[in-house]
């Protein structure tokens, strides 16, 4: 059984440059969320999909921000036109469902962004 | 709206020595979840607990033990005897469950837990 596996590990970019991330959750797993964790600071939820459709997104998830789950497996999480404030980590985590939500996520590694 | 609040920002002890991590929730659902996650240096959350809010029951894993006390809106994290391996930031969690699909856990700020040889 892999984990979740999320590429790249690390992005380093110019203010102003659009960035992709891409996040594979566990096999079986058809729920996948993206969260966004700061120094010092909790994971914040950013947004969630069912398969392949987008149920739910954070007021976090400003316009820049998009994701996609198109075949309901991989999913990616892109931000155009990044800004200072976007530098953080980006953590893909997947479970399976459960009729009360009560599966537990489990994460991937994260990647970690640093805007210059 | 969803709180969680881990009022130790750092901890520190000695090798062998049992600590404690506290974690307050404030929900206005009555039926939730509450996790524990621990994120090592390397940066992977791993998932250590979930206890459901109708089952008060302690839970005791190995040299892990949690404490959940739904009076006082609590669910504390113990650590017996600590190791080296154990140093890391904890994480207290939970998700609410409104029958509204809504799936986002809402984390605290984390405790950072170094253990010294």
């Known amino acids: 059984d892999t984990g979740v596996s999320q590429d790249p590990r690390h992005k380093i970019t110019k203010r102003g440059q659009n960035v992709t991330f891409r996040c594979d959750p566990i096999s079986e797993h058809n729920r996948l969320y993206w969260y966004r964790q700061t120094l010092g600071q909790g994971p914040e939820f950013l947004t969630y999909f069912q398969n392949e459709a987008q149920l739910e997104k954070s007021r976090l998830l400003s316009d820049r921000f998009s994701a996609e789950r198109p075949k309901g497996s991989f999913s990616t999480l892109e931000i155009q036109r990044t800004e200072q404030g976007d530098s953080a980590m980006y953590l893909c985590?997947?479970?399976?469902?459960?009729?009360?939500?009560?599966?537990?996520?489990?994460f991937g590694d994260g990647t970690r962004l640093s805007i210059l | 709206a969803q709180k969680v609040t881990q009022a130790q920002t750092e901890i520190s002890v000695v090798e062998k020595e049992d600590v404690t991590l506290d974690c307050v929730y404030e929900?206005?659902?009555?039926?939730?979840?509450l996790f524990w996650y621990k994120q090592p240096p390397s940066g992977e959350l791993v998932f250590l607990i979930r206890r459901n809010s109708f089952d008060e029951q302690n839970e005791i894993s190995g040299r892990y033990s949690w404490n959940f006390q739904k009076s006082t809106s609590s669910f504390n994290f113990t650590i017996t005897a600590s190791q080296v391996v154990d140093s890391a930031v904890y994480f207290c969690?939970?998700?609410?469950?409104?029958?509204?699909?809504?799936?986002?856990?809402?984390f605290g700020k984390g405790t950072k837990l170094s253990v010294i040889p």
């Open positions: 929900t206005r659902d009555t039926t939730y979840y």
């Open positions: 969690a939970l998700l609410p469950y409104s029958g509204a699909g809504s799936y986002q856990l809402t």
């Open positions: 985590a997947s479970s399976l469902a459960g009729a009360t939500g009560n599966q537990p996520q489990h």
